[in-house]
């Protein structure tokens, strides 16, 4: 089955503490992304990926890093987190580019105290 | 920056009512596209459409349909004869792209509009 896959789903953690949400493709698309989505901002561009080893920032990249040393995975990494990182967080890949339509993850629900 | 509105936080309908949600983008490039996404309660992310600025002719898919003029720079979707299955987020989106079509990597989503169809 073509999916996106992230974990974990749901993460609560405290202020400070490195963490890290995985994102998985089986559809050998060579473009992905994040996002997060807070209420009444709608979904905001954390980074993208065009390739492998290719990555830059969306809009809202500030106490964000990824790396994409591989087609199929994306992670998005929290070195330091803080309370106004809490969000709902979507990852999504599309065949090239952001003019295919996109293929969303679950979500992961994150939470920082 | 490319940029998209959508002013309607909530809209409130009874079934089968017909509804509009509005979309309003700013993009300086000729050539963009441009994108419906419905999230249902369940939270996950589906795509309803995309278009080019290319192909302004309006779309219909059952009981959905989207107007694209570019004129107003708006992409508005109308479902008709609502149904309770209807309530979700809906989202707008814009992604900019070079003159071969080639997107920049950036898509833009709107505030998201909150639809309820009431039984």
């Known amino acids: 089955e073509a999916q996106v896959t992230q974990n974990p789903r749901y993460l609560i953690t405290v202020t400070g503490k490195k963490l890290t949400v995985t994102c998985s493709q089986n559809m050998n698309h060579e473009y992905m992304s994040w996002y997060r989505q807070d209420p009444g901002l709608g979904l905001r561009q954390i980074y993208y990926s065009m390739n492998v080893e290719v990555t830059d920032k969306g809009d809202v990249p500030e106490g964000y890093k990824v790396s994409r040393k591989e087609k199929r995975n994306f992670p998005l990494i929290l070195e330091s987190p803080s309370p106004n990182q809490t969000s709902l967080y979507f990852c999504?890949?599309?065949?090239?580019?952001?003019?295919?339509?996109?293929?969303f993850g679950p979500g992961t629900r994150l939470t920082v105290t | 920056a490319q940029k998209v509105t959508q002013a309607q936080t909530e809209i409130s309908v009874v079934e089968k009512e017909d509804v509009t949600l509005d979309c309003v983008y700013e993009?300086?490039?000729?050539?963009?596209?441009l994108f419906w996404y419905k999230q249902p309660p369940s939270g996950e992310l589906v795509f309803l459409i995309r278009r080019n600025s290319f192909d302004e002719q309006n779309e219909i898919s059952g009981r959905y349909s989207w107007n694209f003029q570019k004129s107003t720079s708006s992409f508005n979707f109308t479902i008709t004869a609502s149904q309770v299955v209807d309530s979700a987020v809906y989202f707008c989106a814009l992604s900019e792209a070079r003159a071969g079509g080639t997107s920049y990597g950036k898509l833009t989503f709107g505030q998201g509009t909150i639809l309820t169809v009431h039984p």
């Open positions: 993009t300086r490039d000729t050539t963009y596209y």
């Open positions: 999504a890949s599309s065949v090239t580019g952001t003019y295919y339509e996109q293929y």
